[in-house]
Nanobody, 120 residues
Framework: QVRLVESGGGLVQAGGSLRLSCEAS????????MGWYRQAPGKQRELVAG???????DYGDSVKGRFTISGDWAKNTVYLQMTTLKPEDTAVYHC??????????????WGQGTQVTVSS
């Protein structure tokens, strides 16, 4: 069973930066894609960014140009560098992983989530 553990959330002022990390354990070699979704109160969960083993990336429209996803598959870890943060980025960010070709095709595994709060 794959287990995902996130770290790096917190409180930051608008315009600031944060980096999230997600480490996978157990059955990692079955995964083809990892990344992040987020959910704000009263809103639907949305894709933030995904990355495949061969380096293909997907980004949600609202974060393009501001967030960058990267992966170190040797360390079973993916990172999300978030810059120029806005109050509307405030949400619980969940690490996700799956065996599909791309993360947007539907992850099978989820982390518990880490809170990101951006103050204005």
């Amino acid at each position: 069973q794959v287990r995902l553990v996130e770290s790096g959330g917190g409180l930051v002022q608008a315009g600031g930066s944060l980096r999230l990390s997600c480490e996978a354990s157990g059955g990692f070699f079955s995964l083809n894609a990892m990344g992040w979704y987020r959910q704000a109160p009263g809103k639907q969960r949305e894709l933030v960014a995904g990355i495949t083993r061969d380096g293909r990336t997907d980004y949600g429209d609202s974060v393009k140009g501001r967030f960058t996803i990267s992966g170190d598959w040797a360390k079973n870890t993916v990172y999300l560098q978030m810059t120029t943060l806005k109050p509307e980025d405030t949400a619980v960010y969940h690490c996700a992983a799956g065996r599909a070709e791309r993360l947007v095709d539907g992850p099978q595994y989820w982390g518990q989530g880490t809170q990101v709060t951006v103050s204005s």
